[in-house]
């Protein structure tokens, strides 16, 4: 008996019982659409917040000077707190790096008319927008030129904005830091908590020259505080981390034996466990769909030892015209998989359309992979052998003699 | 030596068949001792209990014998494995049963070619030749239609088509005429000797029926599981119904 008869088979017996084969059907369509729907969507959604933590910047990786030694170690070791702006520029040349700008940052007290407050000031370059994705309501930002010039120029936050400058266009307003006036020319658009736990409407930034020239005293004029880098999305955060240690160890000089005199901190780390709790809920949802099929299968069980005990004579009838128990196997086996394949297209089909409907509220996109239907088709046959194979087993084990006594 | 080896194409020797149902036991065969040869046309009586379906049954390679031994044409069964068992039937069998015992939801060519695609055959050779064998039986119009749309002659005919299909060297019938009326089992017992007669297709048949044994050239007459009888049919049924057996005559 071949495979195209033995189909031809599975066939005729589930035409000869539409009903049953239907609703049986049901359980696998039901189980492998619920998998393939749950999958994409958890797929969808890892994806969803994968895009979102990168533009809150689970890219960055900050670097500060000092290593983990102590102050005296270092002061032992005769080396600076070292991080300087040409540092930065070597890093904003590594491939593996979109850029790498430096910053100053101090805790300054803030003046405009009977205003005032305390607020952090940084110190940066036109480099550090781009990288931390920083966009203009309003206004300018310094441009290099600023820099080299150490402007006394100043963009805000929309809160510090509305503290100082209340209903009024701040735009070429000035703001005292530290008694220093700055002028105001431009404004930050958007608020909320960035990755590092600043808000971006709180922010107040200035030239880094300005602010090394005006506000903040380092040992050497080229020092920075920190140096932010972003890692290029298509290369892994480790790989940029690796690039900059190397570039640094080799700038400062250090000994192969000798620890860092630096510290890279990335926000992978929070990334990270924010995709674990994707990953967690994608595969919560991959389970519940696995529990439906899981019970489709049961279906497939207990339907397919009915039919055998429905069609025991019809066994005995067989295998006394000389089919093999391996024939009577295959015919049961065959059957079930073939109501799971069919079912599981048809669930395919179903997801499919699921995956449209919620695409089109428009609150995400859920996409199927291909990859994805092909391990539901795969699945669906798996199911078919698991759950068929018990009732296949029991019917091939009948003996003839007894199948052609029952009634 | 060998062409009379090979003139025998069941040898049962010393069988006996004992079933366990918990911790009773109950013999239903106490050692038979049956040969027959090719082309004979035997008749297995008995009364309910005698042992005879049991006997059929393991001649059928549908059940396998407690004790003694069992050779097939040549094969001894007792050593053969259940696909080997399968095998036989397919190749050295044909079954008539008495409730027809045709697969309702197919065709009748379907039916009838169904042993050959167990052997192996292609669909559409198996078919051609399903078609063929329902042209001898008589009913090569009705190929397309189910076994519910026959009556129980044409059902009786599309069983033998199907027993002669893969061409086996033996017909075995249990109560062939159980279900049919005079006429039809008339017919049907007609066939079977036209096939034994033409085809040389050895025949052996259970009935309680003497008139349907009449049919058949040799009697074996089963009691409590042994032979009580084994010889010329019309002599056994003398033996059986002095009377009838007259009017059979």
């Known amino acids: ?407 | 030596m060998s062409t009379q080896l090979n003139q025998t194409l069941i040898d049962i020797r010393g069988v006996t068949k004992t079933y366990f149902s918990g911790s009773v036991e109950t013999r239903v065969l106490h050692g038979i001792d049956l040969q027959v040869t090719r082309g004979d046309f035997v008749s297995i009586m008995g009364q309910s209990g005698s042992g005879k379906s049991t006997l059929m049954n393991i001649l059928g390679c549908l059940d396998q014998a407690t004790g003694g031994s069992y050779v097939l044409d040549g094969v001894d069964t007792r050593s053969l494995s259940r696909a080997q068992l399968a095998d036989i039937r397919n190749r050295s069998i044909g079954f008539v049963f008495q409730s027809f015992n045709l697969i309702k939801r197919m065709s009748v060519a379907e039916n009838v070619a169904l042993p050959l695609i167990y052997a192996g055959m292609g669909r559409g050779k198996a078919h051609a030749r399903a078609l063929q064998e329902l042209e001898r039986v008589g009913l090569g119009g009705l190929a397309k239609r189910t076994p519910s749309q026959l009556s129980g002659g044409q059902q009786q005919r599309v069983a033998i088509a199907r027993a002669l299909a893969t061409d086996p060297p033996m017909l075995l019938a249990d109560e062939p005429t159980g279900n049919l009326d005079t006429q039809t089992s008339d017919d049907i017992m007609n066939s079977f000797r036209q096939l034994n007669a033409e085809r040389g297709i050895t025949i052996v048949l259970v009935t309680h029926e003497a008139d349907v044994a009449a049919y058949s050239r040799r009697l074996v007459r089963l009691k409590d599981g042994r032979v009580l009888y084994d010889g010329p049919s019309v002599e056994g049924l003398r033996q059986l119904n002095p009377h009838h057996a007259e009017v059979l005559a």
């Open chain 1, 1 to 407: 008996m071949n495979f195209i008869q033995v189909l031809i088979e599975s066939f005729r017996s589930m035409a000869a019982n539409r009903l049953r084969t239907a609703l049986t059907m049901l359980g696998i369509i039901i189980g492998i659409a619920s998998v393939v729907l749950l999958l994409a969507i958890g797929d969808s959604m890892q994806r969803f917040i994968g895009k979102e933590l990168q533009q809150l910047g689970t890219n960055m990786v900050y670097v500060f000077p000092g290593g983990d030694r102590t102050t005296a170690q270092r002061a032992r070791a005769g080396s600076v707190p070292s991080l300087s702006t040409m540092d930065a520029a070597a890093l904003n040349a590594l491939p593996s790096l979109t850029g790498a700008a430096p910053a100053l940052q101090g805790s300054f007290k803030l003046s405009a008319g009977n205003e005032s407050s305390n607020s952090q000031v940084h110190g940066v370059t036109p480099a550090m927008f781009k990288i931390r994705n920083w966009k203009l309501d309003q206004g300018n930002l310094f441009s290099e030129a600023d820099v080299r010039a150490s402007s006394r120029m100043v963009v805000i936050g929309q809160k510090v904005a509305d503290q100082f400058f209340y209903k009024s266009d701040p735009l070429g307003r000035y703001i005292r830091i530290e008694n220093v006036a700055f002028q105001v020319i431009g404004v930050l658009a958007g608020e909320g908590k960035q990755i590092d736990g600043s808000d971006i409407a709180e922010l107040v930034l200035v030239p880094i020259t300005a602010a090394s020239a005006n506000l903040i005293k380092m040992p050497f004029p080229q020092n920075v505080h920190y140096i932010a880098a972003q890692g290029r999305p298509d290369m892994s955060l480790k790989e940029a981390e690796e690039d900059i240690k190397e570039t640094l160890r080799v700038r400062h000089r250090i000994r192969i034996d000798s620890p860092d005199d630096f510290k890279v901190q990335n926000m992978a780390s929070f990334a990270e466990t924010a995709n674990k709790i994707s990953a967690g809920v994608a595969l919560l949802l991959g389970m519940i769909g696995a529990i439906s099929l899981l019970v489709g299968g049961i279906g497939i069980m207990n339907i397919m030892l009915v039919s055998v005990t429905e069609r025991t004579r019809e066994i005995g009838i067989r295998m006394a015209i000389g089919a093999r128990p391996g024939a009577v196997l295959l015919q049961f086996l065959a059957e079930s998989v073939v109501i799971c394949v069919a079912g599981g297209l048809v669930g395919v089909l179903i997801a499919m359309a699921g995956a449209a409907a919620i695409t089109a509220t428009g609150k995400f996109d859920v996409f199927l992979t291909f990859q994805g239907v092909l391990v539901a088709c795969g699945f669906a046959s798996a199911v078919g052998v698991f759950f068929g194979f018990y009732p296949a087993r029991r019917a091939s084990r009948l003996l003839p003699v007894d199948c052609l006594r029952y009634e």
